[in-house]
């Protein structure tokens, strides 16, 4: 299996930033002391901080299945403060592709490379 690499984007509904942020905190902990296999967890703000991108990279498919299981209801907590789309980028396995059919965020796999 190979790298994928996730884009997500939140749009922050009125209020919720400081809730946002103390979830984010939460994940990035999470990230940092229990995934073993995500390579770089990035946060990003616009200028008014009324939204947020994600940027995710991960060592393969089994490693973003188990984010998602270390993140568990914090998921939702963050689908709560915004309005989330997202992009992965790469050749997911067959379980991961079948984790993601219902959702939200987009696969893309690669056209071209230099």
Avoid: W
């Avoid at 790298?3 to 749009?11: D, F, N, S, V, Y």
């Avoid at 946002?20 to 990035?42: H, N, P, S």
């Avoid at 993601?100 to 490379?113: I, K, P, R």
């Amino acid at each position: 299996m190979s790298e994928l690499q996730g884009i997500a984007r939140i749009k922050l509904h009125e209020g919720k930033l400081e809730e946002f942020k103390r979830v984010a905190a939460q994940c990035m902990e999470i990230v940092r002391t229990k995934d073993t296999g995500t390579l770089q967890y990035d946060i990003y703000f616009n200028d008014d901080q009324s939204e947020c991108i994600v940027h995710e990279r991960y060592r393969d498919s089994e490693a973003i299945i188990e984010h998602a299981a270390h993140l568990g209801d914090l998921n939702a907590a963050i689908g709560a403060s915004g309005f989330l789309s997202g992009a992965l980028l790469g050749e997911p396995s067959a379980e991961l592709r079948a984790m993601m059919a219902d959702g939200e965020v987009g696969l893309f796999t690669l056209y071209q490379s230099m």
